[in-house]
């Protein structure tokens, strides 16, 4: 009785071995917004939380973080980029390079701010104090506008 022909199975894909020192780099979930790890030279990631599979950028491409306003979530985007949409709150953050921000301490509390370079002043999150930062407006007139 003849034996029927079975057929072989599929090869695997190739391995790509990782970078020879081990080197990694990182992204952000698609998914579920956690930070992966993954070696360098990987197309995808896939979360081993969420199973998402998540594009990894070409080789060159420089990355940003920037941490969203409305929910507080790490994003990571491309350099360059003007806005960022949240995928978690659907909030649209302005995203600012290094040098078109400035840094002033609150008059009230003291407390570190960001503002874009133009700003004429900027409000504490923390105690709404509005602190002037081009002009000269008096304490009571930046107490009034809190």
């Not at 698609?30 to 998540?54: D, W």
């Not at 973080?65 to 995928?87: D, E, F, K, N, P």
């Not at 600012?96 to 701010?113: I, K, T």
Request: aromatic share 4%; hydrophobic share 35%; proline share 9%.
């Amino acid at each position: 009785m003849p034996v029927p022909h079975v057929p072989y199975p599929t090869p695997p894909a190739p391995y790509t071995p990782p970078a020879a020192n081990g080197a990694q780099s990182q992204l952000v979930c698609s998914g579920c917004q956690n930070l992966l790890l993954y070696p360098i030279g990987a197309t995808s990631v896939c979360c081993a939380v969420c199973n998402a599979v998540t594009a990894v950028p070409p080789p060159g491409t420089e990355m940003a973080q920037l941490v969203c306003g409305g929910c507080h979530t790490l994003l990571m985007y491309i350099r360059g980029a003007t806005s960022v949409q949240c995928s978690c709150c659907h909030t649209v953050n302005l995203a600012l390079e290094a040098n078109q921000v400035a840094h002033v301490n609150c008059g009230n509390c003291r407390m570190l701010l960001m503002y874009q370079y133009g700003a004429r002043s900027v409000k504490c999150a923390v105690c709404n104090f509005v602190t002037s930062v081009g002009g000269s407006a008096s304490a009571a007139e930046q107490k009034l506008n809190s």
